[in-house]
């Protein structure tokens, strides 16, 4: 079993710049794919990107693509979310995950990033 906790999320004026970061328990964590996904009230879950096991690997959707950047520290059981460039629409409550989009096995509780001024 894995607990995934993810931190980072704040409020932050339109073209701002937020840092957000997951931390994985358990073992194994470097042989496993690990994403980001989002979602805001009254949507659907929306992919946002992932990032390979060995970090050497990402994918984003084109939403974010250019603006959002995902990298990982295996030593420490880290991936993060470099997100710049915010705009409204990237309101929402951010997860990550583990695995393959959309079948991942796991995820966290979730940080919310609103976009405001």
């Known amino acids: 079993q894995v607990a995934l906790v993810e931190s980072g999320g704040g409020l932050v004026q339109p073209g701002g710049s937020l840092r957000l970061s997951c931390v994985g328990s358990?073992?194994?964590?470097?042989?496993?794919?690990m994403g980001w996904f989002r979602q805001a009230p009254g949507k659907e879950r929306e992919f946002v990107g992932y990032?390979?096991?060995?970090?050497?690997?990402?994918a984003y959707a084109d939403s974010v693509k250019g603006r959002f950047t995902i990298s990982r520290d295996n030593a420490k059981n880290m991936v993060y979310l470099q997100m710049n460039s915010l705009k409204p629409e990237d309101t929402a409550v951010y997860y990550c995950y583990r695995g393959n989009w959309p079948s991942y096995d796991s995820w966290g509780q979730g940080t919310q990033v609103t976009v405001s001024s």
């Open positions: 990032v390979s096991w060995s970090g050497d690997f990402t």
């Open positions: 358990g073992r194994g964590f470097s042989t496993y794919y």
